[in-house]
């Protein structure tokens, strides 16, 4: 099965994109802030994060920068959720591998489908590592 980490500060934000994802056939873990992504990343190793951009204690643009430096050899996807649409706020985003933004509100919809998309390609070949 496919593990997916949340890091968002609102909670109902969590728990719509978790029970969504879960009925999709994923297994979801959540957490508060960006500190508490990272423990959970060296622990649980998911195949993929979704992370707020704004949250307290470590934001998600420091949050992507600490895994790029402290997990290099990384393989699993980060999606960015965020209301800014500026481009000078996605400037810092160049630097990390495997990295999309998605827009607030988030298209559940959507984020199932590039999610599939992804796992389809198989591209960590984790085919055989599924449970």
Known sequence: MK???IADDEPHVSRVLKQ???RSGYLVETVLHGEAALEKLQQSHP???ITDIQMPRMSGEE???????EMPGRCFLIFVLTS??????REWSRQIDNLMFLEKP?????????L????AKDPCNRENQDE
Do not use: A, G, P
């Open 3 to 5: 593990k997916i980490l």
């Open 47 to 49: 195949d993929v994060l």
């Open 116 to 119: 599939n998309e992804y796992f």
């Open 63 to 69: 949050l992507c920068r600490r895994i790029q430096q």
């Open 106 to 114: 988030v298209s559940i919809r959507r984020l199932i489908s590039m």
């Open 84 to 89: 800014r649409t500026e481009i000078e706020h």
């Open 20 to 22: 969504s994802l879960e």
